[in-house]
Structure formats: C-alpha cells, structure tokens
C-alpha cells in the first residue's frame, strides 16, 4: 500500500491560511487523495478527497501537483476550531484507507 | 441521520474477561469498519465488512472477533486480551468499499482498558 509523508505539527495565527503539506511519491494512477482530521476526544472526520484536479467544499480546498506525487490541503482562514490532527490517506484496493502519522495543526488566537 | 453510535463509550477488563463494542448506523451504508487507535498515533484499520461480510482482516489476533449481523450493525468480540490492547476503538461506515471514492464516516470510539 502506499504510503504517505507529512510534517508532525505545524502552528497558523486564527484567520490566516494555512496549507498543509503532504508527499506520496508511491501513490498509483487510481489511488485517490483522502483527508480527515481528528479534533481532541473525537473520531476522524472527513474533510475532502480528490484524484487528479483541484477540489473545493465548504471546509477546505485541496491542491494536487500534476505529477500526483504531493498535494496539500488549503484551510482558508484557519479559526481555533480547526486546532485538530490532519491526516493525509491514500485509498488502497477494497476499501482501505491506511492512514499516515498526520499533522498536528496549532492555531493561535 | 449522519451517525455512528458506539457503545460503551468506556470499558475497562480483565485479561480473563469476554465483552463486546458494538457500533450502529442508520444511513443504509453497506461496508463498515473497525479501526485501533493508540495514544498520539493514527488509527489502524482491523477489519472491514462489505455486505455484511468479512472483506478485509488485516492479520488481527483471533482475541479480536468481528461479527456484522446485519447491515446496520458491527460488534467486535473481545476475549483474553492483553493490557497492550488498551486503545480507543473506532467503528466506522461508508456507503460501500468497492472502487472507494466516497466518505467514511466514524464513531466517537469506545476506550478500551485491560487490567
């Protein structure tokens, strides 16, 4: 399966953009880009996914270099509630998401 | 409803002990999942049902056994554990795994402690 590689913590000011990086050098042509964060006492929760073109929701944008080798998650304007763990995941065969080590994400007032 | 309810939220064992986590979801998904979670690590995926069948067992202990007995519901039976088994177990769903692209959506998680 492949994997994926991400900086272990990061700090943002609140309403400052915050890009979070992420490399998967092994990823292959039909594995899609999965991300979720975990907010303290609580399960992961989804945050967005995409394959090979850009992506935008409600919560954050997702930006995949051409070679799909790394991509990076975009929190327009960071606020104290998205102070949580980010994790990168690439989808294997049958379901699988293996999840990687994650970015703690640190957000000052 | 967009939930997954966990129960217990905590439990505490004995090594000698047989209990069961149970996990429930009515979004009419089809593949479900359990995932271990360590302190200040990611979660770990255990096992995943697609149609109420066992699809994927990612070489766990036959301490840990799965059961789905019907497609809203996943327990996991527990017996003989060991205190390195004490973790947050987390259930999860999606609507199904097959060419996955969608969105899992996870439990709150029952912490597992073994005395």
């Known amino acids: 399966d492949a994997k994926t590689t991400q900086p272990n913590s990061m700090e943002s000011n609140e309403e400052e953009p915050v890009h979070l990086p992420c490399n998967h050098s092994?990823?292959?042509?039909?594995?899609?880009i999965h991300w979720y964060r975990q907010l303290p006492s609580q399960g992961p929760e989804y945050v967005i996914h995409g394959l090979t073109s850009n992506v935008n929701n409600r919560m954050a944008s997702l930006a995949i270099a051409e070679d799909r080798k790394s991509s990076t998650l975009i929190l327009h304007r960071a606020t104290l509630r998205d102070a949580a763990v980010y994790y990168c995941?690439?989808?294997?065969?049958?379901?699988?998401?293996?999840f990687g080590q994650g970015t703690e994400l640190s957000v000052k007032p | 409803d967009t939930e997954v309810t966990q129960t217990p939220k905590h439990l505490v064992m004995g090594m000698t002990n047989k209990k069961s986590l149970k996990c429930e979801q009515h979004m009419g998904h089809r593949a479900m999942y359990w995932y271990k979670q360590k302190a200040k690590k990611p979660p770990e995926l255990m096992f995943v049902?697609?149609?109420?069948?066992?699809?994927i067992n990612e070489s766990v202990p036959s301490r840990f056994s799965p059961e789905c007995p019907n497609s809203s519901l996943l327990n996991l039976h527990l017996h003989a554990l060991q205190p390195e088994d004490s973790a947050l177990y987390l259930c999860?769903?999606?609507?199904?795994?097959?060419?996955?692209?969608?969105?899992?959506?996870f439990g709150e998680g029952s912490r597992l402690t073994v005395l």
């Open positions: 092994t990823i292959s042509g039909t594995d899609y």
């Open positions: 999860a769903s999606s609507q199904s795994n097959m060419g996955f692209t969608g969105e899992l959506f």
């Open positions: 995941i690439l989808s294997a065969p049958g379901g699988k998401l293996i």
């Open positions: 049902y697609s149609y109420e069948k066992l699809s």
